[in-house]
Nanobody, 126 residues
Framework: QVQLVESGGGLVQAGGSLRLSCAASGRTFNDYAMGWFRQAPGKGREFVAAIAWNGASIIYGDSVKGRFLISRDNAKNTVSLQMNSLKPEDTAVYYC???????????????????WGQGTQVTVSS
């Protein structure tokens, strides 16, 4: 069993920054790809970013490219999402997720993720 716990959400003004973290326990973290998704009220789940098990491949959703950075620390079993130049439309609950797939091109789909965190709220005021 895997447990994922997100932290770092909060309220920030437009143009500001936040850093989300996700701590994993229960399995060998560095064998798995990690991803971030978000869901705004009344909208579907949106892919944000993903990083391959070895960090060799990183993918971003179009709406966050150039503003968000995903990274992982396998020694600490954590994955982080640095969010810069935040916009009101970034307001959502952010979830981290863990995937067994080694095919990086699949990491944009929530279907390949076996474990999910409980989510952390990010609110960006205008």
């Amino acid at each position: 069993q895997v447990q994922l716990v997100e932290s770092g959400g909060g309220l920030v003004q437009a143009g500001g920054s936040l850093r989300l973290s996700c701590a994993a326990s229960g399995r060998t973290f560095n064998d798995y790809a990690m991803g971030w998704f978000r869901q705004a009220p009344g909208k579907g789940r949106e892919f944000v970013a993903a990083i391959a098990w070895n960090g060799a491949s990183i993918i971003y959703g179009d709406s966050v490219k150039g503003r968000f950075l995903i990274s992982r620390d396998n020694a600490k079993n954590t994955v982080s999402l640095q969010m810069n130049s935040l916009k009101p439309e970034d307001t959502a609950v952010y979830y981290c997720a863990l995937s067994r797939t080694r095919v990086s091109s699949l990491l944009t789909s929530g279907e390949v993720y076996a474990y999910w965190g409980q989510g952390t709220q990010v609110t960006v005021s205008s």
